[in-house]
């Protein structure tokens, strides 16, 4: 497409020659521009994907695809019956019995408030979220009427280790299956520490065995039945058959269901910052047009005398635009080799700065998740590149076209 005379001339035009540095650092500008903001949409997107994808991950490993809930009451009484049912679902993998209710936890002079899980030990235990970063006391030490599990991060708050006592407080309990008037307390020995990744739960949820949660929290059924399916993306097409096997009085909550606030907020910030920083790219693109139209003026002598030699018109239009092209082509690979080593590295730059002002700059507290997480969407970086170099191309025809029209004659006469 271009010969060689074309590339010759168009990459000497990019290069600083005397009196022509004004036009070269416009040109510079432009491509620093196009560097930047392909850098960052590339490092924005892959952690706002990282986000999406590490909440996911760890909400769906420490929650349920899908929950059968009771209507109108407290618990599901005859649970073992409605699990065994929905086992036989086509697309259930596992269907876990849960407790859950709110507490509050002391030990020593700290205290706070946190959520209440009762679950079967081998239930518990063999979630890959938990088991995956799991202290435990001993073989089968989370069994028994005064075993809890806590996460790390409420171990932290109240100062507990293995083998710690942690009090439990809780509205209107009281052991053997019976409501009670007033709260009841309990000691309980903590035998096991988990590290889930999630702020949320590590730091506000108590697990117990599910009959030492029925016995404190005077349940006989239990609050919930969490299912995990084959393919959770597809979890409406079982949802039917889950209904019948269930049978009337139980009705099913999904993941997409609970996270639908979630997911919406997420895409609605990722189109919007994804507009706004690719208003960077747009910049960077006038810069190019601003600094090929004064390259086009400072070489109108040149032009004429090259058009007077037996270039064509055509010819001309071509150094420009690939003049102008160069400038987003490198622009644009700089970017992208940017970009990705910035989200590769961002947790780590991320601690280097935090150890080096002594500043938090990820707090867990606000984003639940314990580390940056970053994924890098291939889609989503063709599409970033291909916009960046779409960009430039465009705003490499109007000047190249100026100087392909520039009449020789009129060019030469003021010089």
Request: glycine share 12%.
């Given at each position: 497409?271009?010969?060689?005379?074309?590339?010759?001339?168009?990459?000497?035009?990019?290069?600083?020659?005397?009196?022509?540095?004004?036009?070269?650092?416009?040109?510079?500008?432009?491509?620093?521009?196009?560097?930047?903001?392909?850098?960052?949409?590339?490092?924005?997107?892959?952690?706002?994907?990282?986000?999406?994808?590490?909440?996911?991950?760890?909400?769906?490993?420490f929650n349920a695809h899908?929950?059968?809930?009771?209507?109108?009451?407290?618990?599901?009484?005859?649970?073992?019956?409605?699990?065994?049912?929905?086992?036989?679902?086509?697309?259930?993998?596992?269907?876990?019995?849960?407790?859950?209710?709110?507490?509050?936890?002391?030990?020593?002079?700290?205290?706070?408030?946190?959520?209440?899980?009762?679950?079967?030990?081998?239930?518990?235990?063999?979630?890959?979220?938990?088991?995956?970063?799991?202290?435990?006391?001993?073989?089968?030490?989370?069994?028994?009427?005064?075993?809890?599990?806590?996460?790390?991060?409420?171990?932290?708050?109240?100062?507990?280790?293995?083998?710690?006592?942690?009090?439990?407080?809780?509205?209107?309990?009281?052991?053997?299956?019976?409501?009670?008037?007033?709260?009841?307390?309990?000691?309980?020995?903590?035998?096991?520490?988990?590290?889930?990744?999630?702020?949320?739960?590590?730091?506000?949820?108590?697990?117990?065995?599910?009959?030492?949660?029925?016995?404190?929290?005077?349940?006989?059924?239990?609050?919930?039945?969490?299912?995990?399916?084959?393919?959770?993306?597809?979890?409406?097409?079982?949802?039917?058959?889950?209904?019948?096997?269930?049978?009337?009085?139980?009705?099913?909550?999904?993941?997409?269901?609970?996270?639908?606030?979630?997911?919406?907020?997420?895409?609605?910030?990722?189109?919007?910052?994804?507009?706004?920083?690719?208003?960077?790219?747009?910049?960077?693109?006038?810069?190019?047009?601003?600094?090929?139209?004064?390259?086009?003026?400072?070489?109108?002598?040149?032009?004429?005398?090259?058009?007077?030699?037996?270039?064509?018109?055509?010819?001309?239009?071509r150094i420009f635009f690939?003049?102008?092209?160069?400038?987003?082509?490198?622009?644009?690979?700089?970017?992208?080799?940017?970009?990705?080593?910035?989200?590769?590295?961002?947790?780590?730059?991320?601690?280097?700065?935090?150890?080096?002002?002594?500043?938090?700059?990820?707090?867990?507290?606000?984003?639940?998740?314990?580390?940056?997480?970053?994924?890098?969407?291939?889609?989503?970086?063709?599409?970033?590149?291909?916009?960046?170099?779409?960009?430039?191309?465009?705003?490499?025809?109007?000047?190249?076209?100026?100087?392909?029209?520039?009449?020789?004659?009129?060019?030469?006469?003021?010089?």
């Amino acid at each position: 497409m271009f010969n060689a005379f074309e590339r010759t001339v168009a990459f000497r035009y990019l290069r600083a020659r005397r009196g022509q540095g004004f036009v070269s650092l416009i040109a510079g500008f432009s491509l620093l521009g196009i560097v930047i903001g392909v850098a960052t949409l590339i490092t924005v997107t892959s952690v706002m994907n990282g986000f999406q994808t590490e909440l996911l991950a760890r909400f769906l490993g420490f929650n349920a695809h899908v929950s059968a809930v009771p209507l109108g009451g407290r618990e599901i009484a005859d649970y073992e019956a409605v699990a065994g049912r929905l086992r036989g679902v086509d697309g259930v993998t596992r269907v876990v019995p849960v407790i859950e209710a709110q507490a509050l936890a002391s030990a020593g002079k700290a205290s706070v408030g946190v959520q209440i899980r009762g679950e079967q030990p081998e239930d518990f235990l063999a979630r890959p979220l938990i088991a995956q970063a799991l202290q435990l006391q001993a073989p089968g030490a989370f069994a028994g009427g005064d075993a809890v599990a806590i996460g790390r991060g409420l171990a932290e708050k109240l100062g507990l280790s293995l083998g710690g006592k942690l009090t439990l407080l809780a509205p209107g309990a009281a052991g053997q299956g019976e409501q009670s008037a007033g709260p009841t307390a309990r000691a309980f020995t903590v035998v096991a520490i988990f590290d889930a990744g999630l702020y949320q739960f590590d730091s506000g949820v108590a697990v117990l065995p599910l009959p030492a949660a029925q016995s404190f929290l005077g349940f006989r059924g239990v609050s919930r039945l969490d299912l995990m399916v084959r393919d959770p993306d597809r979890i409406g097409e079982i949802a039917a058959p889950l209904q019948q096997a269930a049978g009337p009085g139980i009705r099913f909550f999904d993941w997409k269901q609970a996270l639908s606030g979630f997911l919406d907020i997420v895409a609605g910030q990722r189109n919007v910052i994804f507009v706004i920083l690719s208003l960077i790219v747009l910049v960077a693109a006038f810069n190019i047009i601003s600094s090929l139209i004064m390259l086009v003026k400072e070489k109108g002598a040149d032009i004429a005398i090259l058009r007077t030699m037996g270039a064509s018109r055509g010819s001309i239009l071509r150094i420009f635009f690939l003049a102008g092209a160069t400038i987003g082509v490198i622009g644009t690979l700089a970017g992208l080799g940017l970009g990705i080593a910035l989200a590769d590295s961002l947790e780590t730059l991320r601690q280097w700065l935090q150890q080096l002002t002594g500043t938090p700059i990820f707090d867990p507290r606000q984003y639940y998740l314990t580390r940056i997480p970053t994924e890098i969407d291939t889609g989503e970086v063709v599409l970033v590149c291909g916009m960046a170099l779409a960009l430039s191309l465009l705003a490499s025809i109007y000047p190249a076209w100026r100087a392909a029209r520039l009449d020789p004659v009129e060019a030469l006469r003021y010089e």
